[in-house]
Structure formats: structure tokens, C-alpha cells
């Protein structure tokens, strides 16, 4: 069993190395507690760039970064590779694949996954990608679908491989609408000059009357606006009824023909087992109270995207975005130390820095505060933005790089199928390409 | 069937986008030819720095160029991902995933795989590589053995994990060793600092007596003196007997424990069914006469490491590097145009530009001809060479930035381990990590 070890302060365990996570570990640097983190993976994601390594514009590795290597100065830091099977709150303990851990605080910060919202059958035929190896999947899905429409002669029959349908049309609907347009436009013909540019369509479909939901008005309009310039086909106000890996259907009787349907529709927080069932609220997420902590269970903290905390004017949470959980590490990295201490708590408050959703190669929509502007200018800040929130030097100058050459060159990026994806349910007379991996 | 279509030129199909087939069809633009290539991967690899990719110190998609990209601007060629299963010379059609090609000219240009001179039980253990997919197992298992050897709490429990076993010292043997010591040197007690850095040994064996074989004595003597002071065991003169996952094991009687074992002692042609048996000689190459003609079939060619050029002056062919195949693949162009307009053939005459290995980040041997050095200036050239080697601008760039990181600041690279490498002959007890991909 993993406990506190060198040393006599008491043990925060800290599941998940997103935004939240590493928030809360750095906040407890040089303070008198043992840090324990645990992932699946050994590194951070910076997911608002995951569509660009779905899309091929970026590697994989460039906006990720070891929690190992980001933590090696940290004295009383540990990491593990590990996934949490259960929780036990009575005897503060938990059971992992790496075997049994006594916390004295838990931060649980796991994050979300893709809600599919019970359908099974769209879970199992459309694309995720909330994780690196999805977004991966999913890169080599697209190409993998442009090389079979290759080989395929008519239009009819290239159709479902040249139909991308992206249901869901919050940032990452709307970012990854962009790229894909992009590549349309751009790449598809100097790459596949078999293939017709105008028989690639992207579709980008949402339920509600609006992209970007949250954003302003003028944000969503022009968001559109640049959508549909760039040739993307937006349908709003039209809800999923199936997908059975070849036709998408709608309720209002459209359908589409297509292997391609990317699910960025909706969001839910991963719970480990044992969280009291009590405090889970709707979207699968922990309710906490103002300091973030789990509601009846004095030494467990819950923050980020599974977490809600509900206060009186805080009455849904907060939105599930970077910003509240690395504003809710922060405030829960000094509470635990307040709590040691016998210091009183601070309650958690959101400072909203504003949103940015960018649309192809070099224009953006900004809503700071009262002021919302769109376009070049919007861009240029999102991509401030995000290369200083970016982790790690090398990852900041090989993002910017890969950037400038495609403002410079639209043709960049790299269109390269490592790792063959294989769709277990895609019947496999659809499959001419070669099965081996090495 | 694919066959020649927009003109009535001659088809002539390439097998394998490597430097040989590269060299082909660059060779046949603007040629009265139609060229078709067919690789089992939409990219060409860079092997000469595919060591970097397994201990990640680069990017796989650095070292790797998509074909359809390479060529988006030559008008008689196409592409597609597809592996051949057959070869009929007699009606010059290849059977291939994707269909019958008939084919006028056929370049095989297939390259070599890993040796493992018919021991299954290391072929099943062992790991080789020679591609991508390969060289990022090798990556993650070298890193989820770290955590592995973490999770372990005595140093007779850590030792398989943190011995690496590297059979054959060859220049890809000799250059993973170096960059597994500096790994080891540098890296390891900064990432883990549960480890004990003296614990984990790098062992580079090979059967002969000195290190990088084909080198200069002097070369081979300051190879190893290199290699030896950065802490490699260097054990020569030693041959592996067997290996069953756990403990390999020697002829003298030695043995050691290790989960690590890379295999790169020997390589052998990669060849398509069809191709006639009288021509296929040791090492699993294809006999060709001077100017690259497969014995007794007209219109097929081999190049590279799958073709040995027998002739008086060169009766056991040419050594399997990069520049012979790209020189081959030249001179194949240029003889399949002399064909077809009834012009003399030219017999292909290597032209020996050296060979240079690295050891570890900031050295070199160079044999350049009669000129031999080693050290930091070997290392610039070594440096130099390969970047002007490298596909694409891009990679260029980025490769550098890495080197320049990396000669900086040991703690370069990227040690994450995307996709997690399953060993299905490993014991389930061995392995605590999570196995879960998303």
C-alpha cells in the first residue's frame, strides 16, 4: 500500500494531470503535505489543441508534456501511472491498478469523457475525441477514408468517404469545422488529385439555434459567418436520431451518407467508484460545496470538469473549461493548507477571462468581458493565448513554428498514418488497405 | 485492375516508398512514363535516425515524410497504400490488397526487415526495429518498464526492468546505446527519483570482435571507447543463445536478466511472393545483374537493401546503407528511360561517400574515405548530414530545434507513452499499468 513515506506530513492524493490536477500539485510545493499524483498516462494534455492533432496540423507530442519532466524539481512530489477502480471514504483509502493508496486528502480531478447520452449505437460508430490516442484515431481515420475514396470510382460510391458530419458545434465542433474545411480547400487536391474538392462536404449539425452556445450573439453569427464562408454546410436546430457507421439520420428525416461522424456533443465527468452516489448531479458531475469540497466527506475535493460547485449564485456550477480548473486547483491547493494550518477556508471564485474559438488558418472570435471582436485580430490573441498556456518551452517554439508555416504554407502539416486505425464494426470488405502495423 | 491510364505511356510501378523508390520515380518526371507507387504506409521513413524516435528524442512524423506530399507536384505519378501479395512475371501483374496491377516496369525497392536467423523465441521476445510503429514500441516499453521498476521495491525485483540488452553493434546498436546511457545518465534520477541511476545497465553484445564492424579500426576502437566511457558494457566476441523474455542468455554461459532485449543484429530483404527462387541468394536479397535487372525477367528491377548487384567487382553486392539505394534507384531511372527509347543501358558504379555513427549527443566517428576522425567535429558533420538528408523543410527545422535543445539541456524529448505497448507473451502479474488506451 502506498502511504505517506519520507516524511511525517500527511499524504494529498490528486487523480488526473489535466488543468485542475497540476494546478493543485504546484500550489503544494514546499508546503508541509506529500504530494501523490495519479494518471492513466504519464503526461498532461492541453486539450483545446487536440483538433489540430486530429486534423494533423500538430504532433501529438507537442501539446503534451511529461508530469514526470514538469514536476522533477518538486521535492515532495510523486507520480504514478494508475487508474482508480474504487474510493473508500471510511477508510480513506483507494484501490488502484497499481494496488491499494491511504490518502489523508483526495483531489479528485478526472476530468470528462464524451457523452453520448445512453445511445450505444452512435458510441459505437462515431468518433470521440477528448483524448490523445482519439484525436489520433481519428487523424488517421480521415486519411484512411480520402485513401479508399481513392480507390473507389464513382461519386456514389466515394460519398460516405468524403462526408464529414461533426455533431456538436461548441468550440471543438466549430475548431475542427474549420481545419477540416481547410483541408477541402486547401490540401485535398494537391494530395489526392483523383478526388473532387467539391465532393467533400463538412457538415457541422447542433440541436440548438446557434454555434458556440455560451459565446455572444455576435460571436456565434460571425462564427457562422466564417463557417459558411469557408464552404461548411451548418445545420442548426436538427437533432440526431442514429448512426449505424453508414447513414446518419436526423429526426427531422434528413439523412447523410457517411463513415465519418466526429461526436463533440456533449461532455461527462469521470467519477471513480465510491464517490458517495448522493453527491452526483446531473452531467455526471461531483456537487461540491464553495471550497470544493465533496459534500459529507470532509477530506475529498472535487474540481474541474467533474465537478459542480453549487453555491447560491452558483446555482449549475461553473462551465467546463480550463480556466475554472485551474482557478479551482489554485484555491484548492490553499485550502488544503489553511485546513492543516487550523487557518479558515477561502471559497472558490471564478474569475471569467473571457472565451476564444478560432475558425481555420487566421481568424478567431473573442468575447473578454464587454469587449467582443472577430476575426485576424481575435486570432493573433488565441494564439498568444494558447501558445503561453501551452506547457514547456520546446512544445511553445514547435507549435509556434508549426503555425507560421501554415499561415505561410496552407499545405502543412503531417498526413501520415502511423498507426493504422480498424474500426471493429466497419465491415471489412471496406477495408482494402493493408492490415499490418510494422 | 489498375492499370497505365491517362497516356499511352509505360506503367512502371515502384514497391516501397524508401530511398531507393523515392529515387525512381523523382527520376522518372517528366519521363514518357506513368509511375505508380505502392508502400504498406502513406510516408517514407528517415531510418537512419529512427533510434531517436525510440528513446524520444524525436517525433515519429519528424523523420517522417508523406509520399502523397513528396510528389503533389509530379504529374505522371500516383500513389496508393497497399501491400502485394503476389508477383506474376510471366502476365506482369502484381496481386495487392487493393486489386490486380498490371504493371510495364516493376521496381521492387522493398528494403530489408530484422533478422532473427530463424529463432522464434527471440523473434517473439526480442524487439526489433525498423519502422515506425517498431521504434514507438520500443519507446514505451523502455518507459513503462521505468514505471514498472518504480512500483518495485527491491533491486533484485528492478533488474529485469532496468537492464537493457542491446544485441548487435552495428551503427544502430552502437547509437541506441549511446542515447540509452545518456538516458540513463541524465534523465533517468531527474524523472524518477525512486531510481537509483547505477542500477539501470545498458549491454550492447555482438558476436564479432570489435563494434560497428564495416567501420576503421580506428573508428570501431574510438566507437567503443566512446561507448564504454558513458558506462556501456560493451561485451563482444559473445553470442546469444536464447532468450525467453525474461533472462537472456549466452554461449559462454553468461546470462541477464532483462525485459529490454533489442535486436539488431542482422537484416534481411523483404520479398514479394513471385519472384523467381533461382534469384534470391543469402541474406534474403535478389540477385540483379549491373544495371539492377532481376536474372531471367526483363522488366523487373531491385534496388536497395532487398537487391544485391552481383558482378566480378562486387561479388557479394553492396553494403545495405541508404546511399546505395538511393544511388541505385537513380541509376534505375535513368536505364528504364534508356529502354524505352531503345538507348544503351549504364551499369551501375557505387560511389562511396562514407559512413559516420553517432555516439551519444555531441559525438561522432567519420570514416570519410582515407580521412578518419572522431569526436565533436564528427558530430557536426554527422549533425549536418542528416538534417540535409531529411525530408521536407519542416522536419528540417524541427529536428534541429530538437538537436539544439537536446545539446543544450540533457532533459530534451518527449517521454510519453501515447500508446501503450502490450506484449502478449508477458506474464499479466508483470504488468500493473492500466490498459486502457483513451
Request: proline residues 4%; hydrophobic residues 40%; positive net charge.
Amino acid at each position: 500500500m502506498e502511504t505517506s513515506t519520507k516524511t511525517n506530513f500527511p499524504l494529498v492524493v490528486i487523480i488526473g494531470a489535466g488543468f485542475g490536477g497540476l494546478e493543485v500539485a504546484k500550489g503544494l510545493a514546499d508546503k508541509p503535505v506529500e504530494v501523490l499524483m495519479l494518471d492513466k498516462h504519464n503526461y498532461h494534455v492541453f486539450q483545446p489543441l487536440l483538433y489540430q492533432v486530429a486534423t494533423g496540423s500538430l504532433e501529438a507530442e507537442s501539446i503534451a508534456f511529461s508530469v514526470r519532466k514538469n514536476f522533477s524539481s518538486q521535492k515532495n512530489f510523486r507520480f504514478r501511472i494508475a487508474e482508480v477502480m474504487g474510493l473508500n471514504a471510511e477508510t480513506k483509502t483507494l484501490d488502484t491498478t497499481i494496488g491499494g493508496i491511504k490518502y489523508d486528502y483526495l483531489v479528485i480531478a478526472t476530468g470528462s469523457t464524451t457523452n453520448f447520452f445512453g445511445n450505444k449505437q452512435i458510441e459505437k460508430f462515431a468518433m470521440p475525441m477528448k483524448s490523445i490516442p482519439e484525436a489520433l484515431n481519428l487523424r488517421y481515420l480521415v486519411l484512411q477514408n480520402l485513401e479508399e475514396a481513392v480507390l473507389l470510382k464513382t461519386r456514389e460510391e466515394r460519398e460516405p468517404y468524403l462526408n464529414f458530419v461533426l455533431v456538436g458545434a461548441g468550440p471543438t465542433g466549430v475548431e475542427l469545422a474549420g481545419a477540416l474545411a481547410e483541408l477541402r480547400n486547401h490540401v485535398l487536391t494537391k494530395d489526392y488529385p483523383e478526388l473532387d474538392k467539391e465532393h467533400m462536404r463538412v457538415y457541422l449539425v447542433d440541436f440548438m439555434p446557434k454555434v458556440l452556445g455560451p459565446f455572444s450573439e455576435q460571436a456565434s453569427a460571425k462564427a457562422k459567418d466564417f463557417l459558411v464562408k469557408m464552404g461548411v454546410d451548418v445545420l442548426l436546430n436538427k437533432k440526431v436520431e442514429s448512426y449505424d457507421g453508414e447513414v446518419i439520420k436526423f429526426e427531422d428525416g434528413q439523412t447523410i451518407r457517411t463513415r465519418n461522424v466526429i461526436w463533440s456533443a456533449g461532455v461527462m465527468g469521470v467519477i471513480p467508484k465510491g464517490v458517495p452516489e448522493g453527491s452526483i448531479i446531473r452531467g455526471n458531475r461531483i456537487q461540491t460545496d464553495a471550497i470544493n469540497r465533496v459534500e459529507g466527506a470532509e477530506n475529498i475535493f472535487a474540481i474541474g470538469d467533474v465537478a459542480a460547485v453549487i453555491t447560491e449564485e452558483t446555482p449549475k456550477g461553473h462551465p467546463g473549461v480550463a480556466q475554472v480548473a485551474i482557478q479551482q486547483g489554485k484555491q484548492v491547493a490553499k485550502n488544503i493548507v489553511h485546513i492543516i494550518k487550523g487557518e479558515p477556508t477561502e471559497p472558490f471564485k471564478y474569475f471569467d477571462k473571457g472565451s476564444l474559438a478560432t475558425i481555420g488558418r487566421n481568424k478567431a472570435v473573442a468575447d473578454l468581458g464587454k469587449i467582443k471582436f472577430q476575426g485576424f485580430f481575435a486570432w493573433l490573441i488565441w494564439m498568444f493565448v494558447h501558445l503561453v498556456s501551452l506547457l514547456g518551452f520546446r512544445n511553445k517554439i514547435i507549435v509556434f513554428i508549426n503555425w507560421i508555416g501554415s499561415y505561410i504554407n496552407y499545405n502543412g502539416g503531417t498526413r501520415l498514418i502511423i498507426r493504422r486505425f480498424v474500426r471493429d464494426n466497419v465491415p471489412a470488405d471496406a477495408r482494402h488497405l493493408p492490415k499490418t502495423e510494422s
